[in-house]
């Protein structure tokens, strides 16, 4: 597998540890309104990559005839079939090479993922590389250019320019790695893969810590069902969706 690799969740409890245990009912809510507007209704074959244990799979196996786990942890794969057992299939891999043929999907899941990842000009061409002509694509991009980092930026409490196109490395969350991407960066890598952009939804917009002890959980996902999709063109939430198609590269010939 690649050294290139950021995170191994080998051996830890994602789902326990950073979903159960901590307060993100609201960050849940908002990745699977975001998903349930862009997935097709109706899918054959279908991957969710970086799956982990399957904690958005319920969004995803009534839609698709076949659906697929694939992630770096076996950990996280064993607890995803545990829960979901014949209901999906599980693949461990590497995302750099990713264990699929060309043209295998009509389409195919990313969330919570693009952080970890140091190439995501590599990544892109391999998402590419396994979705049929026509195939969708729905990636969740950790996204440099948030509001806070831009307040950090302007009080001179962060080094790191925001309006900036070059990825971020913030050592101070991860020694190892952790990755954010300018929106402009992104669109322009995705662009230059084959994908043509379709839909976009700035997500998790109200994930604040001081937003959660003033509102309900229920409020909040109220409030961001109806910001997803008119905040989309100002791109500064912490998650930007994008809904990707895969265009027929026989077509441009």
Known sequence: MSKQVISDYNGY???????????????????RLAIRRLLPKKMDKFVDIAGGYGRLAKEYINRAKSATIF???????????????????TKAGDIYNLPFKDDEFDALMMVRATHHFKDMKKVTSELYRILKP?????????????????????????????FDKKPSHLKSIDKDGFYNYHPKYMEDIFRKAGFEIIEVLSVSNFRSGTLKKMFKTKTLVKMEKGAQKILAPIRFAPSIYYKLVKLDPKASK
């Open 71 to 89: 992630d770096y942890s076996k950990t996280e794969l064993k607890q995803a079939k545990e829960e979901f057992g014949e209901q999906i299939h």
């Open 13 to 31: 409890d994602y789902k326990k540890i950073f979903w159960e245990d901590a307060d993100r009912k609201y960050e849940d809510m908002a990745d």
């Open 134 to 162: 026509g195939g969708i694509a729905v990636i969740e991009v950790a996204n440099k250019r948030t509001l806070p980092k831009m307040v950090r930026y302007w009080t001179g409490r962060s080094k790191i320019n925001p």
